[in-house]
């Protein structure tokens, strides 16, 4: 991941619109700021959340609130809670999913 240049910028989440997008079960809000090829995100999964594709782009993932559940298509889980991340490159060392049965809030840069 580069950043692309770019004045200091400060964001105001709270005034960013929200897009919603369906999982297999369950909702995705983003609410995305969109900087070049750089995508940075707050993310709330509902309840139930399961994502409807598995997704091969590289990712820093940090969990605010609820816990996030992060499957490989390779087998391995990982439970994330507040105050843990994930890191994984484009095309990295597996493809992955996103569930929650509880819901989930998080910040993406990709």
């Known amino acids: 991941m580069k950043i692309p240049t ?28 969109n900087i070049g090829d750089l995508r940075v ?4 999964y509902s ?4 994502a409807d594709h598995w997704c091969d782009r590289g990712h820093v993932l940090y969990v605010l609130e609820g816990e996030l559940d992060s499957e490989l298509r390779d087998g391995r889980t990982f439970k994330l ?13 597996a493809a992955h999913r996103s569930s929650t049965k ?7 840069v990709d």
């Open 47 to 50: 309840p139930g959340y399961l």
């Open 81 to 93: 809670k507040p105050g843990m991340s994930y890191q994984v490159s484009d095309f990295g060392d």
């Open 6 to 33: 770019l004045p200091f910028t400060v964001t105001d989440w709270s005034q960013v619109a929200a897009t919603t997008h369906p999982g297999e079960t369950g909702e995705a809000r983003w609410r995305t700021l």
């Open 41 to 44: 995100r707050m993310v709330e």
């Open 102 to 108: 509880t819901g989930a809030k998080l910040f993406i």
